[in-house]
C-alpha cells in the first residue's frame, strides 16, 4: 500500500521537447508529492513538488499535474536540453513530514 | 549557508566487519534528519528519521542502527555487515512537513 510507482523506467527525448514522467500511488494519506532529480554519483535534487490541495504546479520549464482521485501525477519538463539527463524520482510524503516513499525513477536522456 | 557533510565518501569493507557512517549539518538548529539507502540503479529507501537529538525511528529492518548524539550529527552503524548493506548511503535533513529534503552527496559503500 506504500508503493510508488513510476513509468516509463527510461525516455529519449529530443533537445527542445517535452518530456512527460509518470507517477502513481497506492497510500490516499500521501499529501505531498516532490520530485527530483538525480546525476550518477550524486545525492538527489529536489526540483519541484505538489501539495495534494492543489492539481497543479509550475516553476520555470517543469509542470507537475496532479489528479487525486486517480491517484496519480505527471511531471512535464519542458524545452528538454542534454544537461537535463538524469534520473527523476518521484516521491510520496505523510502529513507528518518525517516519511517520504520514493518512486521507482525514470532514467531520461535528451539527445541533442 | 546551510551544508551537510557526509563521512567517508567511499569504504570497502569485509562481510562481518563492523561499520560506521556519519554526517554533520551545520547551519541549521534542530533540523529532521534522514538516512536513505541506494541500490546502484535503483530507487531511495528511507531508513531512519530523526526529529530531536536522542531520538531515532526506524523505518525498515536492514541489521543497521542509527543514532543522534548532537542536534548536527547523524550516525549510521552496524556491528556485522552483510553482502546485502553494499550501496549507496545518503544523509538528508529538512525543517519539517513539507518543506525541502537536502541530501549529502552520499557514501558508497561496497562489501565484500
Known amino acids: 500500500q506504500q508503493q510508488v510507482r513510476q513509468s516509463p523506467q527510461s525516455l529519449t527525448v529530443w533537445e527542445g521537447e517535452t518530456a512527460i514522467l509518470n507517477c502513481s500511488y497506492e497510500?490516499?494519506?500521501?499529501?505531498?508529492f516532490p520530485w527530483y532529480q538525480q546525476f550518477p554519483g550524486e545525492g538527489p535534487a529536489l526540483l519541484i513538488a505538489?501539495?495534494?490541495?492543489?492539481d497543479k504546479k509550475e516553476d520555470g520549464g517543469f509542470t507537475i499535474f496532479f489528479n487525486k482521485r486517480e491517484k496519480n501525477l505527471s511531471l512535464h519538463i519542458k524545452d528538454s536540453q542534454p544537461g537535463d539527463s538524469a534520473t527523476y524520482f518521484c516521491?510520496?510524503?505523510?502529513?507528518?513530514?518525517?516519511?517520504?516513499?520514493f518512486g521507482t525513477g525514470t532514467k531520461l536522456q535528451v539527445v541533442p | 549557508a546551510q551544508t551537510i557533510h557526509q563521512w567517508p565518501v567511499a569504504e570497502i569493507k569485509a562481510v562481518g566487519s563492523p561499520l560506521s557512517l556519519g554526517c554533520t549539518i551545520k547551519g541549521k538548529s534542530s533540523p529532521n534528519l534522514y538516512w536513505y539507502w541506494q541500490a546502484t540503479g535503483g530507487t531511495l529507501q528511507q531508513l531512519f528519521y530523526?526529529?530531536?537529538?536522542?531520538?531515532v525511528e526506524s523505518v525498515v529492518q536492514l541489521n543497521l542502527s542509527a543514532s543522534r548524539p548532537k542536534d548536527d550529527q547523524f550516525i549510521l552503524s552496524t556491528e556485522k555487515l552483510l553482502l546485502s548493506h553494499s550501496g549507496f548511503y545518503l544523509c538528508?535533513?529538512?525543517?519539517?512537513?513539507?518543506?525541502?529534503?537536502?541530501f549529502g552527496k552520499g557514501t558508497r559503500l561496497t562489501v565484500v
Open positions: 538528508a535533513w529538512s525543517l519539517g512537513r513539507d518543506t525541502e529534503v537536502f
Open positions: 516521491a510520496a510524503s505523510l502529513y507528518s513530514g518525517t516519511y517520504q516513499r
Open positions: 530523526s526529529i530531536t537529538v536522542g531520538q
Open positions: 497510500n490516499s494519506a500521501f499529501d505531498y
Open positions: 505538489i501539495r495534494s490541495v492543489s
